[in-house]
Nanobody, 121 residues
Framework: QVQLVESGGGSVQAGGTLTLSCEASALTFSVGWFRQGPGKEREGVAAIYTSTSSTVYAASVRGRFTILRDDVKNTVYLRMNNLKPEDTAMYYC?????????????????WGQGTQVTVSS
């Protein structure tokens, strides 16, 4: 079971920037970032694949968020630019099983504890 630890959350004004980090005990798998706002379901934000480093994004964040991985540091980053109040949520990173839809939480086997992002207007 891999261990994941998120960090980098905080409170920013709309238009601001945050970079989240997901440090893994080992980084031999694809990683996804998810978020869950109050009263909402957990939704996929972005993912990066281990074999190709190809990336995918939710339509709501494409062009504003960038997912990156550093295999030397065993860390995956989520850089978030031009933040909006609707980006407010708890953000989680997770280790992905082989196969399955990247945006489906059921295809991930290990989760971090989350880091809170709050964007004020």
């Amino acid at each position: 079971q891999v261990q994941l630890v998120e960090s980098g959350g905080g409170s920013v004004q709309a238009g601001g920037t945050l970079t989240l980090s997901c440090e893994a005990s080992a980084l031999t798998f694809s990683v996804g970032w998810f978020r869950q706002g109050p009263g909402k379901e957990r939704e996929g934000v972005a993912a990066i694949y281990t074999s190709t480093s190809s990336t995918v994004y939710a339509a709501s964040v494409r062009g504003r968020f960038t997912i990156l991985r550093d295999d030397v540091k065993n860390t995956v980053y989520l850089r978030m630019n031009n933040l909006k109040p609707e980006d407010t949520a708890m953000y989680y990173c997770a280790a992905k099983n082989a196969g399955g839809a990247w945006s489906s939480p059921e295809t991930y086997h290990s989760w971090g504890q989350g880091t809170q992002v709050t964007v004020s207007s």
